[in-house]
């Protein structure tokens, strides 16, 4: 049975389902991004959470100060360290995030009909009569009858601790809004959002520029997330501002979209960015909830035509406070696998939440059983259909490879490349089997001091579905006569098989470059 995405062979038995799944060294091509918080960032629990399968850590700044990443940032160090394990770094920007503030962290009770006024005056205690903003203003961008949404921070949408406001009168600086439904809003932050309508804040604040140009630069992060993206300029804008600093010129941006202006502006901003986030709590709010699924599958399509990593956040916020997904969840994430996503973002669920091993864990068996019946024909001729002719020489001898790779049903494809582009133009056309991107380390100088690139190239594609990195010593280049590549070549099919990805017999797909040539040769394993 094929669907646009979904293979199953014929006949389809039923019992075959309750049959046990195959262990595999990789828990899921399909990567997993990770938010570090109060309940991970010990180096125990980090530690469990690369093991269950986590490849990106993430760092939101919307709480804590540079110290309190610093200490987490270097609890992920240890941990990666102690069981060799490559783990990148994503820094998430605020940007032009409304925020309540609760000083006293006292429960908040609403109930529905009575009326909250929010006021920029943060001199106020929050109660169920005010809520204190941190935008000045809010009186003059809405008007009456617009809806505002406000829950805890990295909020699951539950109705007992979010809520939903209808603007009923503007007075002064202050704005009165009626309460649509009874909760409880618990904690010390919350996040408020106004559908459909524009924010005159920065994309990137000053805060956000204080905080990369300290801690980001410190930590030579490999991904920054910016957070509201609205158009393709804030992408500029910021590549602009991540060169001014010199270190980070490598630094991938993400744009984060989660709004109606960036849905609008979708196709400049894919152009413009290293990847594409989609923020279905925010979005999820401006959107009407029969369109939320359309957005997704044409936002993550647009990305897997474009060769650029698409990352779906919220998928099983249930997880928060409970050991199992529900049926919605669990169907959630298996479709945003079908639909081609790159990875998996989680947020509350590892941030605050009370299971955060468990989470990746079973995010992490659902997509690695969704990539056994994943349409990968269906997909590669798509993919074809919509390269761009004539097409490159480095992308026809990417599908070349993965070609080859299918049709001798090759056990792992191997790729050597310096810049990291040639593994993502492989992983592009999504080969069934995992690709092992040796990356080779290049001398590069800034005229100031020489240094080795590759480590950042590695770590950029922990992101990319189905690439598995690995960093060769820096004293064999990437082009170079025969005898060095086949020693490079020996020790990753040594790691591929202590890592359990190759056995005796099995067919290996290499994509090399030699003097100026491109490769693409099969081997057949001996015993």
Not at 252 to 276: C, M, N, S, Y
Not at 286 to 306: I, S, T
Not at 385 to 407: D, G, R, W, Y
């Amino acid at each position: 049975m094929q669907g646009a995405n979904l293979l199953l062979e014929e006949p389809i038995r039923m019992a075959s389902i309750l049959e046990p799944s195959k262990a595999n060294f990789f828990p899921a091509m399909t990567k997993i991004i990770g938010t570090l918080g109060p309940k991970s960032r010990s180096v125990e629990e980090i530690e469990g959470c690369l093991k269950a399968g986590m490849s990106v850590a993430r760092f939101d700044f919307s709480g804590g100060d540079n110290d309190y990443h610093q200490e987490t940032l270097e609890n992920l160090k240890i941990a990666a360290k102690g069981i060799k394990k490559l783990c990148a770094i994503m820094l998430d920007t605020v940007g032009p995030e409304l925020q309540v503030f609760n000083k006293s962290e006292e429960p908040i009770v609403l109930e529905i009909d009575a009326f909250v006024t929010l006021t920029p005056d943060q001199t106020k205690e929050a109660s169920s009569e005010v809520l204190p903003v941190n935008y000045a203003g809010l009186a003059k961008t809405v008007t009456k009858g617009d809806t505002i949404f406000v829950g805890q921070y990295l909020f699951t949408g539950s109705e007992t601790t979010s809520v939903w406001l209808e603007v009923a009168e503007i007075k002064d600086q202050d704005v009165v809004c009626c309460v649509k439904n009874s909760a409880t809003l618990a904690g010390s932050l919350f996040t408020m959002h106004i559908s459909q309508v524009h924010i005159d804040l920065p994309t990137l604040s000053d805060t956000d520029k204080h905080v990369i140009a300290t801690w980001g630069v410190r930590n030579n992060i490999d991904f920054l997330s910016l957070s509201y993206t609205r158009h393709a300029e804030d992408i500029r804008q910021t590549r602009a501002y991540l060169d001014e600093l010199g270190n980070l010129q490598q630094t991938q941006i993400f744009a984060k979209i989660e709004t109606i202006e960036g849905l609008k502006h979708f196709d400049e901003i894919l152009q413009e960015a290293d990847g594409i986030i989609l923020s279905r709590g925010n979005l999820g709010i401006d959107l009407q909830p029969e369109k939320v699924f359309l957005f997704q599958k044409a936002a993550v399509h647009k990305c897997n035509m474009a060769g650029k990593p698409a990352v779906v956040t919220r998928v099983v916020d249930s997880m928060s406070g409970n050991l199992r997904p529900t049926r919605a969840e669990a169907t959630d994430v298996a479709n945003a696998v079908l639909d081609g996503t790159d990875a998996i973002l989680l947020g509350a669920e590892t941030f605050r939440g009370l299971y955060p091993l468990g989470t990746i864990s079973i995010v992490g068996k659902i997509c690695a059983e969704v990539e056994k019946v994943y349409n990968q024909a269906v997909y590669f001729k798509r993919t074809m259909k919509h390269s761009i002719e004539p097409m490159s020489h480095l992308e026809s001898i990417a599908t070349t490879a993965v070609s080859a790779a299918i049709n001798v049903k090759a056990s792992v494809i191997v790729v050597f490349t310096a810049s990291g582009r040639t593994a993502r133009l492989i992983a592009k056309y999504r080969p069934t089997m995992p690709v092992l991107s040796v990356v080779i380390p290049r001398l590069t100088t800034n005229q100031l001091r020489w240094s080795f690139t590759g480590a950042f190239q590695a770590r950029q594609t922990l992101v990319v579905r189905g690439l598995f990195p690995m960093l060769a010593d820096p004293r064999h280049p990437a082009e170079s006569i025969n005898a060095t590549n086949d020693s490079v070549l020996k020790i990753a099919l040594d790691h591929g098989k202590t890592v359990g990805l190759i056995k005796p017999h099995d067919r290996i797909v290499v994509c090399q470059k030699i003097g100026d040539s491109a490769v693409v040769k099969i081997l057949e394993l001996e015993d």
